[in-house]
């Protein structure tokens, strides 16, 4: 009898997707700064298209703000910083590509 692979569900897939993309955007931050990370970048990084990273993080600062909260020690914190960023870059219209 062969093993049976379990399918994942749509919001283990999400989750997945999300995941890769966020490490990727820490790892083009790391390496770029904020000026040089390009949405581009980040979806070249992590093996999707860039279609498939706007799905989810529709501006390159919501994506970095995102992967800011990921990673802060404190649960459900908020920058300040990371907040306003969010908010100037909706009125300014799209960040990087």
Known sequence: MTGQRTRRTQVERREE???ILLDAAFDALV????RGTTTSEVAHRAGVSLGALLH???T???LLTA???TRSPIPNSR???AASS?????TA???GS
């Open 56 to 58: 989810h993080f529709p």
């Open 93 to 95: 219209g799209s960040i």
């Open 17 to 19: 997707t999300r995941r």
């Open 86 to 90: 969010v908010r100037r870059s909706r």
């Open 79 to 81: 920058s300040r910083f």
């Open 60 to 62: 390159k600062a919501e």
């Open 31 to 34: 390496e770029f700064g904020f």
């Open 67 to 69: 992967d800011m909260r």
